[in-house]
T-cell receptor, first 113, second 111 residues
Framework: DTEVTQTPKHLVMGMTNKKSLKCEQHMGHRAMYWYKQKAKKPPELMFVYSYEKLSINESVPSRFSPECPNSSLLNLHLHALQPEDSALYLC????????????FGDGTRLSIL | GQSLEQPSEVTAVEGAIVQINCTYQTSGFYGLSWYQQHDGGAPTFLSYNGLDGLEETGRFSSFLSRSDSYGYLLLQELQMKDSASYFCAPPHSGSARQLTFGSGTQLTVLP
């Protein structure tokens, strides 16, 4: 059983849709992460929240918008995505940034039509 | 720049020992973790070296030499279930600009 819960597990959406990915952890971790992973590639970091303060990877397009409503929850809002955004989206948490290990959720497999 | 290089593929037979290397160029480096990921699954933590030397966790051991910018993961008594991708990763600084995972090594264990 994973301690980081992601919903939904699968998502198919059109390029004009708006959807959100959700992530939740109850381990008291103060660092949370969003990663994007394409097949046969390592996870690529998109966003980091450390004590609910955001750090952005500038290479991530603005059609991805993160939100951290509280220290246990992390959302990723999606709007006007492109087919190349189809990937596995992973959420992770750690006790603090620099603290190991990172605990990963099972991910959301996103397909853009 | 930053880089974390690993061999792309390693193949070994059941019961064997295999070593997966990680060489890195990254600033502010102070440790190295290893993660395992099966096809379709999420990465799971295997081992962390915060200091130089060897850390042993069951069949898995990990080594770090900060002066040589080098680490490795050693897997002993290989089992079929060890077939997976393995990633080295430095601890996270809190910046999303940081390189977070090595290029990854696909391990195939043959019967």
């Amino acid at each position: 059983d994973t301690e980081v819960t992601q919903t939904p597990k699968h998502l198919v959406m059109g390029m004009t849709n708006k959807k959100s990915l959700k992530c939740e952890q109850h381990m008291g971790h103060r660092a949370m992460y969003w990663y994007k992973q394409k097949a046969k590639k390592p996870p690529e970091l998109m966003f980091v929240y450390s004590y609910e303060k955001l750090s952005i990877n500038e290479s991530v397009p603005s059609r991805f918008s993160p939100e951290c409503p509280n220290s246990s929850l992390l959302n990723l809002h999606l709007h006007a995505l492109q087919p190349e955004d189809s990937a596995l989206y992973l959420c992770a948490s750690s006790q603090w940034t620099g603290g190991e290990p990172q605990h990963f959720g099972d991910g959301t497999r996103l397909s853009i039509l | 720049g930053q880089s974390l290089e690993q061999p792309s593929e390693v193949t070994a037979v059941e019961g064997a020992i295999v070593q997966i290397n990680c060489t890195y160029q990254t600033s502010g480096f102070y440790g190295l973790s290893w993660y395992q990921q099966h096809d379709g699954g999420a990465p799971t933590f295997l081992s962390y070296n915060g200091l130089d030397g060897l850390e042993e966790t069951g069949r898995f051991s990990s080594f770090l030499s900060r002066s040589d910018s080098y680490g490795y993961l050693l897997l002993q008594e290989l089992q079929m279930k060890d077939s997976a991708s393995y990633f080295c990763a430095p601890p996270h600084s809190g910046s999303a600009r940081q390189l977070t995972f090595g290029s990854g090594t696909q391990l195939t264990v043959l019967p």
